[in-house]
């Protein structure tokens, strides 16, 4: 299918299924753990996967600082026509991710513990948060691969191969964190290793890409690296800002949490930031659907067919974003009970930070594609403040100033106003700013 001169409806269809697919999947990998996790250990159990998962979305952030950044590159070249110089995009891309993985392979490996501490880990939870994040520490190139491969498949036309490699994956994930956490009856340090296995398999699967007749990626010698680079990463850096995002809100959340609540609603704070992160990474899939055809018809020229595709994604997101809102409004309970073996301090505090958190999602959609958008159309400063506020600067002065008046209450409630507000500020200002605004 060609993206400068197919039908963009049926370009977006043809991409959206594998690329959602692709998000959930790699999703399933957390989602999976926590439930086995939860399952076994109780809140303790979603307390430490809490206290984890900032780590597992540092590997994220690397992978996709790279990927996206390499192949917003990648794709705005092949649309000029220049394919010696896309493939250099690509192999500068690569030996940055494998620098900047290396890097914090060393860091995390030697302070894991303390590491742990600073995102919230107390003496109860510390133990199991060990036994589960040592395993993914051991194995961080494994998991950082399949997500920065993802992104390169995808722009070379083979979406399907990226969706067939992360569902195989996380079957593979799913079996073995029910056979290793309860009958081998390895506990919590089953499921990592679960996710390790599953991984690994996920990534033979992607680079098999390298060895098909379609495959146009190769590596090839690249001059002045360090502008190279540079370019990568401030075109990728919004997306990964979003990303990085989470971990910060985490360590605000995990701390204002023990301040101000305790283990059984750190507890149900990781079955919701699981959660949360399979949304975002459902609304990131919407982005990177349209990301090959915007970058590739905004290098070509082509600025109706860019806006075009704008349109799909944002319609799409927000009635994602409302079927998500409902779910947590209608099953707060259920929720929690499908996440973990819950306590009755666990299902009592469930109801009220899910119903107030979940409002969050109707507007997180909106906000990911257009910083997926504005990047992909090279307008990296608008990309870069959008993704600043919404990981940095708005989360953390309603999670400092709402607790303060509404104690527990401001806590839960912080995210929701945040996403609210620079929601209205984007909207505001995307609105005006006509060549930016989708068809209608």
Known sequence: ??????????????YLLPTLGSALAMSIYSIVDTMAVGQYAGPVG???????????????????????????????????????????????????????????????RIWYREIFAFFGANEEVLPAASEYGIWIIRFFPVIVAPDFLASFLR???????????????????????????????????GAAVATVIGTSVQCVIMLSHFRTEKNHLHLVKFSNPVKMMGKIVSTGISASVLDLGNVFLSFLMNNQIVKYG?????????????????????????????????????????HGRVLEFRKYAVRTVFFMGAAFTLLGELFPVQIVRLFMKATPEAEAVAPAFIRIYFISFLFLGYLVVSIYYLQSVLQRTASSVIAVCRAFVFPAAFLLILPYFMKLTGVYAAVPASEILLFLCAASWQRRKKKYRAVS
Not at 72 to 89: C, H, L, M, P, S
Not at 267 to 280: D, S
Not at 282 to 298: A, E, K, R
């Open 1 to 14: 299918m060609d993206f400068l001169k197919s039908d963009v409806k049926k370009i977006y269809k043809r």
């Open 46 to 108: 979603t307390a430490a996967i809490a206290v984890v998962n900032p780590v597992y979305v540092i590997m994220i952030v690397i992978a996709f600082l790279c990927a996206t950044g390499g192949s917003v590159r990648f794709g705005n070249t092949i649309g000029t026509g220049d394919g010696k110089k896309a493939n250099e995009y690509f192999s500068a891309a690569l030996t940055l991710c494998c620098v900047m993985t290396l890097a914090a392979w060393v860091v995390f």
């Open 155 to 189: 722009m070379d036309g083979d979406p399907h191969r990226a969706l067939v490699a992360v569902v195989a994956g996380g079957g593979v994930n799913m079996f073995l964190d029910w056979l290793l956490v309860f009958p081998v009856g390895m506990g919590v340090k």
């Open 262 to 302: 305790g283990t059984a609603v750190l507890g149900v704070y990781g079955v919701i930031n699981t959660i949360a992160i399979l949304f975002q990474a459902l609304f990131s899939g919407v982005g990177q659907t349209i990301q090959p055809g915007v970058s590739i018809n905004y290098g070509a020229g082509n």
